[in-house]
């Protein structure tokens, strides 16, 4: 025991336990879409010089990632609050300016619950430039290997 040996961690998360939540996520994966934020984009209509125009392009920029990043939050955050806390995301911007949140879920109950908690158009997982099994199969490792040090991970529980 003086080494950290725990006889409760041998042959559990790291076995089975991962391989079925990857498998899990993946049945569950879906892509919600929703456009750009059109005002930050309104200011680029409008006559400038170029070195001006390239600090709003910027500025444009910034605010429409962080406006995606907040639509991000609030899904994981209303997901969270309704007990799914086993979810994972990744976050999309096509060339045509519309978002695309890619959500892994561990059940088809939290697909509904999502379309509580966002406008945005849900549909089957539609990834633009990943693929999502190697995606998924690391972000579970990286949970899995925390779960190992920690003693315990509420990704596991029950499992």
Same mark, same amino acid.
């Given at each position: 025991?003086?080494?950290?040996?725990?006889?409760?961690?041998?042959?559990?998360?790291?076995?089975?336990?991962?391989?079925?939540?990857?498998?899990?996520?993946?049945?569950?994966?879906?892509?919600?879409?929703?456009?750009?934020?059109?005002v930050?984009?309104?200011?680029?209509?409008?006559?400038?010089?170029?070195?001006?125009r390239?600090?709003?392009?910027?500025?444009? #920029?910034?605010a429409? +990632?962080?406006? /995606?990043?907040?639509?991000?939050?609030? *899904?994981?955050? &209303?997901?969270?609050?309704? =007990?799914?806390?086993?979810?994972?995301?990744?976050?999309?911007?096509?060339?045509?300016?519309?978002w695309?949140?890619? #959500?892994?879920?561990? +059940?088809?109950? /939290?697909?509904?619950?999502?379309?509580? *908690?966002?406008? &945005?158009?849900i549909?089957? =997982?539609?990834?633009?430039?990943?693929?999502?099994?190697p995606?998924?199969?690391?972000?579970?490792?990286?949970?899995?290997?925390?779960?190992?040090?920690?003693?315990?991970?509420?990704?596991?529980?029950?499992?």
């Amino acid at each position: 025991m003086r080494h950290g040996f725990r006889p409760d961690w041998v042959n559990t998360a790291m076995t089975t336990a991962p391989d079925i939540l990857v498998a899990r996520l993946l049945a569950n994966f879906v892509t919600v879409r929703f456009p750009r934020t059109e005002v930050v984009w309104t200011i680029l209509e409008e006559e400038m010089p170029c070195d001006l125009r390239f600090t709003c392009l910027g500025h444009a #920029l910034r605010a429409e +990632t962080l406006a /995606a990043g907040c639509r991000r939050t609030a *899904l994981r955050a &209303g997901l969270w609050q309704r =007990g799914y806390h086993q979810v994972l995301d990744r976050l999309e911007g096509e060339p045509a300016g519309t978002w695309r949140i890619h #959500l892994f879920l561990p +059940t088809r109950e /939290a697909i509904d619950v999502l379309s509580e *908690l966002t406008d &945005g158009r849900i549909s089957p =997982g539609d990834p633009l430039a990943f693929d999502p099994e190697p995606f998924v199969t690391r972000g579970v490792q990286r949970i899995a290997r925390l779960h190992q040090r920690a003693g315990r991970h509420v990704w596991f529980e029950g499992m």
